[in-house]
Nanobody, 121 residues
Framework: VQLVESGGGLVQAGGFLRPACAAS????????MGWFRQAPGKERECVAR????????YYTDSVKGRFTISRDIATNTVYLQMDSLKPEDTAVYYC???????????????WGQGTQVTVSS
């Protein structure tokens, strides 16, 4: 399984970004795909997840109403639309895949390399 993130960057507060995660090496229709983030000095947290087959989603409270996770079945790509960005959203964002319906970091065996998102005030 290979997960490759892209689309991070530097943006001002209130702006938007749309990181993408290109997945390959497996049939993902039974997988859960997650976006995690890790800020300096903080633990990695799951910000959103989506089940590949049903499209059911989960968001952590701090991003509800601002972030939207989606997947493109035709291209095996998962997106994280991030709107109304805040400085506290600054972190390295990682894409991950699991065969379990979970948001627990330890249950995700497959990870991308991460993409930096920096939100300036």
């Amino acid at each position: 399984v290979q997960l490759v993130e892209s689309g991070g960057g530097l943006v001002q507060a209130g702006g938007f970004l749309r990181p993408a995660c290109a997945a390959s090496g497996r049939t993902f229709n039974t997988y859960t795909m997650g976006w995690f983030r890790q800020a300096p000095g903080k633990e990695r947290e799951c910000v959103a997840r989506i089940t590949w087959n049903s499209g059911a989603t989960y968001y952590t409270d701090s991003v509800k109403g601002r972030f939207t996770i989606s997947r493109d079945i035709a291209t095996n790509t998962v997106y994280l639309q991030m709107d109304s960005l805040k400085p506290e959203d600054t972190a390295v964002y990682y894409c991950a895949a699991s065969r379990l319906f979970t948001s627990v970091q330890g249950n995700f065996p497959y990870w991308g390399q991460g993409t930096q998102v920096t939100v300036s005030s």
